[in-house]
């Protein structure tokens, strides 16, 4: 993802509208890593945790409501006002908020915890050892290991011939551990994700797309038609599910070489 800061901050603010935030219902995909995380003997309880990248939150609260206390780091401040809206409403009063990069992101301190789901700007030799660094006992990573486009994706990326761009790979992570000889553990999740739109927002969601494509102005008709076999029958709801497969990555400073 190769744009200018502000072009970054925009992409994701454009985001911000339909991505995932703060979901309560029992068992959901974000209960199933915290779950994940705690079985492999991570504890949160009492602990400072960093979350990078945290977007609209939908880890940010429910760490909140494990741990002592989260920093949410962020560029994105239509993210990060999501996530501050659903903290408020659910009484959470243990978040901070960053609106930075994380280069210019400066801890009073190291983190108990750091955590990052998906967040791009962990992906270089030097944010990758920032990420670590920042951690006193572990740091929790989560990248693609494939994701498949949901609803009318696959359809317009053939219309307009563009490629999918996987970012964030937990492949070039565990690539990363490798050559600088950290032990990690690693646990992969497979699923399908289902999100539920109305008209305004499905439409919001495959604009976006596409214009982060370079597609900008797709034709109206070819998108309803490519918009209409996702639609409830007799409602506004439009129904996109996307199987997923994750990479869990775990790093823990007792056994790093890291000083
Ligand atoms: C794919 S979203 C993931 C959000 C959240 N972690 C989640 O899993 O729901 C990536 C997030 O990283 C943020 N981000 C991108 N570049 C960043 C940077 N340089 N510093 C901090 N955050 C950044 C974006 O604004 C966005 O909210």
Request: overall charge negative.
């Amino acid at each position: 993802m190769e744009q200018t800061p502000q072009g970054q901050v925009d992409f994701w603010n454009r985001r911000a509208q339909t991505y995932p935030r703060y979901d309560d219902t029992p068992n959901s995909y974000t209960d199933k890593v915290i779950s994940k995380i705690q079985a492999h003997g991570i504890s949160f309880d009492s602990k400072s945790v960093l979350d990078v990248g945290a977007g609209s939150g939908q880890y940010t609260l429910k760490l909140a409501k494990l741990a002592k206390s989260v920093a949410a780091l962020d560029i994105s401040d239509q993210m990060l006002a999501i996530s501050q809206a659903d903290a408020k409403r659910l009484g959470l009063t243990n978040i901070e908020y960053f609106l930075k990069p994380i280069d210019e992101f400066k801890a009073p301190e190291k983190f108990d915890l750091v955590f990052s789901s998906m967040c791009p700007a962990v992906r270089d030799d030097p944010s990758r050892r920032w990420f670590l660094d920042s951690a006193k006992e572990a740091a929790i990573y989560l990248g693609f290991l494939d994701y498949v486009y949901p609803g009318p994706m696959p359809r317009l990326m053939e219309r307009y011939q563009v490629t999918r761009k996987l970012f964030n790979s937990g492949l070039e992570m565990e690539e990363w551990f490798k050559k600088i000889g950290e032990n990690f553990s690693r646990y992969e999740l497979n699923g399908e994700w289902v999100v539920k739109y109305q008209r305004d927002e499905a439409l919001h969601w495959c604009l976006t797309m596409l214009r982060d494509y370079g597609v900008t102005d797709p034709d109206r008709v070819f998108l309803d038609e490519c918009l209409e076999p996702f639609k409830t029958p007799g409602s506004d709801e439009y129904v996109f599910k996307s199987p997923y497969f994750v990479d869990l990555l775990i790093w823990e400073r007792k056994n790093s070489k890291l000083k």
